[in-house]
T-cell receptor, first 117, second 113 residues
Framework: GAVVSQHPSWVICKSGTSVKIECRSL??????MFWYRQFPKQSLMLMAT?????????EQGVEKDKFLINHASLTLSTLTVTSAHPEDSSFYIC?????????????FGPGTRLTVL | QKEVEQDPGPLSVPEGAIVSLNCTYS??????FMWYRQYSRKGPELLMY????GNKEDGRFTAQVDKSSKYISLFIRDSQPSDSATYLC?????????????FGTGTRLKVLA
């Protein structure tokens, strides 16, 4: 299998606060972690890619100082939204990559719904 | 032109119908093709993946890749109301390594009981 958990599943916070989202691959090790954001009725937007023990690579337009990604182990990655604002309200989904033979396939967490008041 | 085009739907079909979902793409370097199912307010769930051209079957689902036409399809046989979800196609240039997936916008499917 490929079981991925995310915590919390939803969070409401005040503007200016920071929120940390945890992503765990429960039955496999993930060298690579992808973080996505999804707005209502839109597709997934890749925010950043991280390899275990290395700094994340951010997509164009994504502020690395605002969205802090830590990938300290092969089963855990965190995304911290710093000084959150209402426009950061979105559905955040992690995607660890599982290696099977010669292929690496992305599996997704259940997502975290962030609402910034 | 987007790299991956997918009709957003919604596509409504009666229970038991055969559903055909499609994506077209422009990048001939794509080699690895995936289909994900996403229920409302949930993360995407991997349904099938195929490497290069051909067909792949898994239960009620069949994935087809036609690289000459840059066209991929997902067929769902004997569709059920529980199949109602958004279906996302995704593709990448390689099946291994840190390669980005390019996603379609997703097709919303409604299977009517």
């Amino acid at each position: 299998g490929a079981v991925v958990s995310q915590h919390p599943s939803w969070v409401i916070c005040k503007s200016g606060t920071s929120v940390k989202i945890e992503c765990r691959s429960l039955d496999f090790q993930a060298t690579t972690m992808f973080w996505y954001r999804q707005f209502p009725k839109q597709s997934l937007m890749l925010m950043a890619t991280s390899n275990e023990g290395s700094k994340a690579t951010y997509e164009q337009g994504v502020e690395k100082d605002k969205f802090l990604i830590n990938h300290a182990s092969l089963t855990l990655s965190t995304l911290t939204v710093t000084s959150a604002h209402p426009e950061d309200s979105s559905f955040y989904i992690c995607s660890p990559s599982k290696t099977s033979g010669s292929t690496d396939t992305q599996y997704f967490g259940p997502g975290t719904r962030l609402t910034v008041l | 032109q987007k790299e991956v085009e997918q009709d957003p739907g919604p596509l409504s079909v009666p229970e038991g119908a055969i559903v055909s979902l499609n994506c077209t793409y422009s990048n001939s370097a794509f080699q690895y093709f995936m289909w994900y199912r996403q229920y409302s307010r949930k993360g995407p769930e991997l349904l099938m993946y195929t490497y290069s051209s051909g067909n792949k079957e898994d239960g009620r689902f069949t994935a087809q890749v036609d690289k000459s036409s840059k066209y991929i399809s997902l067929f769902i046989r004997d569709s059920q109301p529980s199949d109602s979800a958004t279906y996302l196609c995704a593709m990448s240039e390689q099946a291994s390594g840190t390669y980005k997936y390019i996603f379609g916008t997703g097709t919303r499917l409604k299977v009517l009981a």
